[in-house]
C-alpha cells in the first residue's frame, strides 16, 4: 500500500474553510484515497474517499489532483467539533479494506 | 441504530494476566477488523474476520495475542500473559461487506498493564 504525507498539525478559525493537504506519491492505479478523523478519546470516524474524481458529501470534499499524487480534505465551515486528528489513507478497492494509519494531521479549530 | 461496542472501555491489568477484549459489531456487518493504537500514534492492524473465518491475522504482535469470531457476530480479543509494551488502546471497526469502503468504529478499550 502507498504511503502518505500529512503535515503533523494545523489550525483553523471557526467558520472558515480547513484545507488539509496529503501526499501519496507512490499510488498506484487501483488504490483509492480515504479520510478518517478521530475526536479525542472516540474511534475513528469515515469522512470521506475517492479515486479519481472529486467528491463531495455532508461532511467533507475531497480534491484529488489529476496526477492523484495528492489530495486535499476541505471542511467549508470548521467548526469546535471538527477538531480532530484526520489520517489520509491510500488502500486497495479490492478485497477486504485493511487500513494502514499513518501519524496524521492535528486540526485545532479556534473561535 | 446501535454502533459498535466494546467492553470494559478500561481495563487494568497485572503483568502476566490474561485479558479478554469483547467486540460487539454492528448487527448483520460480515467484515470485523480489530486495531492497536498506541499513545499517540495512529491505529494499527492486528486481525481481520469475514463472518467466523479469520483471514488475516498478520498484525498480531505475538502469540500472546488471539482473536476469535465463533458464530459470526461477536468477537474476542484475548492476551495472555499481559506485558507493559501491550498497553494501547484496542479499537474494533466492523463493515457491511468485504469490499465496503466505510469501516465503523468502536470507542475502543484502554488497556494497562501494570
Known amino acids: 500500500d502507498a504511503k502518505t504525507t500529512q503535515p503533523t498539525s494545523m489550525d483553523c478559525a471557526e467558520g472558515r474553510a480547513a484545507n488539509l493537504p496529503c501526499n501519496h506519491s507512490t499510488i498506484s492505479g487501483n488504490e483509492y484515497v480515504y479520510w478518517y478523523r478521530q475526536i479525542h478519546s472516540q474511534g475513528p470516524q469515515y469522512i470521506i474517499h475517492?479515486?479519481?474524481n472529486n467528491e463531495t458529501n455532508e461532511m467533507a470534499s475531497l480534491i484529488i489532483t489529476e496526477d492523484r499524487k495528492s489530495s486535499t480534505l476541505i471542511l467549508p465551515h470548521a467548526t469546535l467539533r471538527d477538531t480532530a486528528v484526520y489520517y489520509c489513507i491510500v488502500g486497495s478497492s479490492g478485497g477486504y479494506n485493511k487500513l494502514i494509519f499513518g501519524a496524521g494531521t492535528r486540526l485545532a479549530v479556534h473561535p | 441504530g446501535a454502533g459498535v461496542s466494546q467492553s470494559p472501555r478500561y481495563k487494568v491489568a497485572k503483568r502476566g494476566q490474561d485479558v479478554a477484549l469483547r467486540c460487539d459489531p454492528i448487527s448483520g456487518h460480515v467484515s470485523l477488523f480489530w486495531y492497536q493504537q498506541a499513545l499517540g500514534q495512529g491505529p494499527e492492524f492486528l486481525t481481520y474476520?469475514?463472518?467466523?473465518?479469520?483471514?488475516?491475522k498478520s498484525g498480531l504482535p505475538s502469540d500472546r495475542f488471539f482473536a476469535e469470531r465463533p458464530e459470526g457476530s461477536v468477537s474476542t480479543l484475548k492476551i495472555q500473559r499481559t506485558q507493559q509494551e501491550d498497553s494501547a488502546v484496542y479499537l474494533c471497526a466492523s463493515s457491511f461487506r468485504q469490499s465496503s469502503y466505510e469501516q465503523y468504529f468502536g470507542p475502543g478499550t484502554r488497556l494497562t498493564v501494570t
Open positions: 475517492g479515486l479519481k
Open positions: 474476520f469475514q463472518n467466523e473465518a479469520q483471514l488475516d
